[in-house]
């Protein structure tokens, strides 16, 4: 180690230097996207996840942020972007925890997350990791490193933060990877066995063609409104006309939509939805009840299920009570439990069968508990309406992410700096040998793993052995947001040896930390992105808006750094810099489209910012498996949909098939297990006004909807009265395994049992201790971290019950926002 370490110790002062040489030439090589000349700035273009934007850059700064003139619809985020480049909270300096400097991997890991940090610099920074890369790798091998973690970092196909980061520590080493995601992990391990894909990424049926032909709509624990604000590449908002569209229709008597909600949406009310109402976590009994009504009125679609579905009879038998636990499936017993009443559920089950019916799905139902079961439930019921692959009919798992069901026009889309995880790693390091542990692990699981080394539990047919992890890198993804139950994960991180972050906000993760490297924001570098990420509206240049503050770098500048630690920056990047980079990238873009669609040179590109391709044509999903499904199979065992799965079934789990069934769950209120310590459903559903815990440490945005400097909590007027709650008053919220301060806003959109407190406000513990108050409010303090099922062992995030009261004691200062104490 100390060989190469030495040899490269002599060239890091070039590395350094060398490095100044790409960040300039970037600036001369490519035109500063002068748009329109103003007396005090320029203006520039770039995108992000809320849009395309144009910023009046003056004397360094950006002065000032407007939507681009393209996006019709654009979201009042774009107002957070200003706060999110200038904050207290940026990280300015690499950093190292007091006594990890000191003692590293036999340091006192009780003090992780007291926030004391000492300043080091860059040469510090990168020579720590690549040295306890290279102890960890020594040591112990393979699986005691974990670097696959990956969320949502910002839009940008070169600067991928996520893609750096893997292809630079998989060149030095192997380690273990996750697999799946937060966002649809039951969903996305269910569906393949149902119908063949995973349906959550899928393209789904144009927007025209649904509001042409649907006569109702229904949106089953979805709020597009709120959550097509964003998307995973710069977002067009191209959905949104037509969910004003959707709202005239309804309003002329046109198109009937109901919204399955424990809450009225702000989509419900945006177009003028009718409310279903049912309790929280029950919508499997309620679509049972659907199904029971559908099969003993005779409503259902025999001639669908007998052409394109197999085991609808074994389900049958479970729905009349003749299998499994022998209960019939009544109206009347699935009433007692989501609390519709039974003529309801009969009445809403005859509407869909009597219209042309478009199912919506959102994703927060099966971030629950079993949350595989009403997504196969819903393709069952969908089957049985028989109206799938029929324009504004069947089931869409995806419409309300990231503009599916806008056209797309079949225009391919820049790609992204290559992950190339074949490229070889360092000889010494190329181990396979993961000492009898998976080198995979369910993502939602990492927590389990970190506490349970050597345990091995069953996932998706498979059985999955936990690894001895030791260290952890993170860039691009917020753990300590993202994952359930903090104080669980307090006492996971303190086994820990070294922890590695680099973002360019210091949240909760660089808290809980060990070294933390500043990166810049994606404003501060120049990139290149699709528009729209299904729709492939465009090409869009994103001009940096100004030079990287304090000591930040791009990923790319401290993963080129870190390579060159072990001799292979030239490999990782090719020997381009970033200019050359982006003319690559959209090279192979021009090259791929030839002959399809006309792109300009990349300097007229780059120039005006844009390439636009005309909308594509309205598609229906399902279509073809409808049209032909022997021709056209879908990608299940038999190529049918299956209703009743006998691969599942072979796996022999207690909580998943063989047919989609209610179980019950850990945590359910209204008078559900638990809900007499603790009433409330706690939701913690996707941000109105953030992206996740993004724009979060904007101090300006942040007033727009804080309560007393803290995350509201959303609750029904009767609970708060209840409580002695008024609107505005600080709440402490509680369960046993966690507590938070809260701003109560009351709300007549929340039904009695029901608050919602949005997932992504930072976690600002008091102290460092397991247990300690959040003083801000992330309701990933109280969740519960248990797996969906043996099946897909995802997130079960909304799975949570609490308790509120009205807190009365001296108010602690919230201490999620500022950065680190400098010691
Ligand atoms: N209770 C509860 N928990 C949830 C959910 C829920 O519904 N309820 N939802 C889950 C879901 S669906 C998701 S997708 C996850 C989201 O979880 P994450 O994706 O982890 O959330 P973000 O807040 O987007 O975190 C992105 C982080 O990356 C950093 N970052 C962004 N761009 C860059 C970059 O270019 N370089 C570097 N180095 N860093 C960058 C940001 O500053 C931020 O800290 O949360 C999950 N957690
Ligand atoms: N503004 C904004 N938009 C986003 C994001 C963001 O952070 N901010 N994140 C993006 C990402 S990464 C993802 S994964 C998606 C998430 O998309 P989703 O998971 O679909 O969104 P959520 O907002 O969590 O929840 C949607 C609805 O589900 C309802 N719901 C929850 N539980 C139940 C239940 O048991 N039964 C029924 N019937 N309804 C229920 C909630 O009341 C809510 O109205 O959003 C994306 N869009
Ligand atoms: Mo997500």
């Known amino acids: ?34 748009v329109e000349p103003a007396a005090d700035g320029v203006w520039k273009i770039t995108g992000s996840h809320w849009g395309a934007i144009r910023a009046r850059v003056d004397r360094g700064k950006v002065a000032e942020v407007v939507p681009f003139e393209d996006d019709q619809n654009p979201t009042d985020m774009y107002k957070g972007i200003h706060g999110l480049i200038y904050n207290p909270s940026r990280i300015k300096y690499p950093m190292a925890r007091v006594d990890w400097l000191k003692n590293r991997k036999n340091s006192d890991r009780t003090q992780r997350g007291d926030n004391r940090f000492v300043r080091i610099t860059w040469d510090q920074a ?39 980061m893997n292809r630079a520590v998989s060149m030095h080493g192997n380690y273990v990877k996750k697999v799946a995601d937060y966002s649809t992990g039951a969903g996305q391990t269910m569906l393949p066995y149902t119908l063949g894909s995973t349906e959550v990424y899928s393209q789904g049926t144009s927007w025209p063609l649904i509001l042409d032909n649907a006569k109702v709509i229904v949106f089953w624990a979805n709020d597009p409104k709120k959550n097509l604000q964003v998307g995973w590449t710069c977002e067009t908002h191209g959905s949104m006309k037509y969910l004003d569209e959707l709202r005239d229709k309804v309003a002329a008597g046109e198109i009937r939509v109901i919204s399955v909600d424990p809450v009225k949406t702000k989509t419900a009310n945006h177009v003028g939805a009718e409310h279903l109402y049912l309790n929280p976590q029950t919508d499997v009994p309620f679509m049972l009840g659907i199904a029971h009504t559908l099969y003993n009125e005779g409503l259902y ?55 042309r019916t478009q ?23 969908a089957s049985m309406l028989g109206q799938i692959g ?41 181990s396979e040998n ?39 890198v993170f860039t691009g993804c917020n753990p300590f947001h993202h994952h359930q139950d903090h104080n669980r994960m307090r006492e996971a991180f303190r086994k820990l040896e070294t922890v590695v972050t680099v973002d360019y906000s210091w949240n909760a993760t660089c808290r809980h930390s060990d070294l933390v490297l500043p990166a810049c924001t994606q404003f501060e570098r120049n990139d ?26 791009t990923d790319f500048e401290i993963f080129t750094e870190l390579t060159h630690r072990f001799g292979r920056n030239k490999e990782y990047t090719r020997d381009m810099d970033e200019g050359q980079w982006l003319r690559f990238l959209y090279g192979e873009c021009k090259k791929a489209n030839e002959g399809k669609f006309d792109m300009p040179e990349f300097d007229q590109f780059w120039e005006e910012g844009i390439v636009r391709f005309p909308e594509g044509k309205p598609w229906v999903r399902h279509a073809d498996f409808r049209k032909d499904p022997e021709l056209n199979a879908l990608g299940t065992p038999s190529g049918f949909i299956e209703i009743t799965s006998r691969r599942i079934e072979g796996y022999g789990y207690d909580d998943c098939g063989p047919y989609p069934k209610w179980f019950e769950k850990a945590e359910r209120s209204h008078g559900g297990p638990g809900s007499d310590k603790h009433p409330l459903w706690l939701q913690s559903c996707h941000p109105d006004q953030r992206l996740h815990s993004q724009m979060c440490e904007s101090d300006e945005y942040r007033e727009t909807y804080a309560v007393q400097g803290r995350e509201p909590i959303y609750m029904s007027p009767e609970d708060a009265a209840a409580r002695g709650i008024a609107d505005g008053d600080v709440v402490r919220v509680f369960n046993d395994r966690g507590q938070l301060l809260a701003g109560a806003r009351v709300s007549d959109n929340y039904p009695q049992g029901v608050v ?68």
Request: glycine residues 12%; proline residues 6%.
């Open 1 to 34: 180690m100390t060989t190469r370490r030495d040899l490269l110790k002599g060239a890091a002062a070039g590395v350094a230097a060398g490095l100044l040489g790409p960040s300039l030439l970037t600036k001369t090589a490519l035109a500063q996207g002068t």
């Open 126 to 164: 990168l020579d720590l990791f690549y040295e306890e890369l290279e102890r960890v790798q020594t040591e112990y091998g393979p699986w005691a490193l974990y670097a696959g973690h990956t969320g949502w970092r910002q839009t940008g196909q070169f600067h991928s933060c996520t893609n750096h």
């Open 301 to 355: 679609d025999k001639d669908f299920i007998g052409t394109y579905t197999l085991g609808f009879d074994d389900f049958i038998q479970y729905v009349q009570g003749k299998a499994d636990d022998g209960i019939e499936k009544t109206p009347e017993w699935a009433a007692n439990i989501c609390g519709v009443d039974a003529d309801t559920i009969r009445a809403f089950a005859r509407l869909m069968a009597a219209n």
């Open 359 to 381: 199912l919506v799905y959102g994703w927060a139902l099966q971030r629950q508990q079993h949350g595989e079961q009403p997504y196969w439930m819903a393709a069952v019921l």
């Open 390 to 430: 029929l324009p504004g009919g069947g089931i869409s798992y995806s419409h309300h992410y990231s503009g599916v069901g806008v056209p797309t026009s079949g225009a391919a889309m820049p790609g992204a700096f290559p992950l190339n995880l074949d490229l070889g790693m360092y000889p010494e390091h190329d």
């Open 434 to 472: 993961f000492n009898g542990a998976s080198r995979v692990i369910p993502v939602a699981r990492w927590v389990d793993c970190l506490l349970n080394p050597g345990e091995q539990i069953n996932h998706n047919g498979n059985k999955v052995t936990f690894p001895d992890i030791k260290m952890c």
């Open 528 to 553: 290149i992105d699709g528009y729209g990420a299904y729709s492939n509206s465009g090409v869009l240049a994103m001009h940096q808006l100004v030079d990287p503050l304090f000591q930040s770098k």
């Open 756 to 823: 919602r407190i949005h997932e992504g406000a930072w976690y600002g513990p008091v102290d460092a201790s397991i247990g300690a108050l959040d003083t801000y409010g992330d309701p990933n303090t109280l969740t519960m971290d248990v797996g969906t099922s043996q099946l897909a062992q995802a997130t079960s995030a909304n799975t949570c019950l609490v308790e509120m009261e009205k807190f009365e004691g001296p108010l602690p200062p919230v201490t999620s926002f500022g950065g680190p104490t400098e010691v």
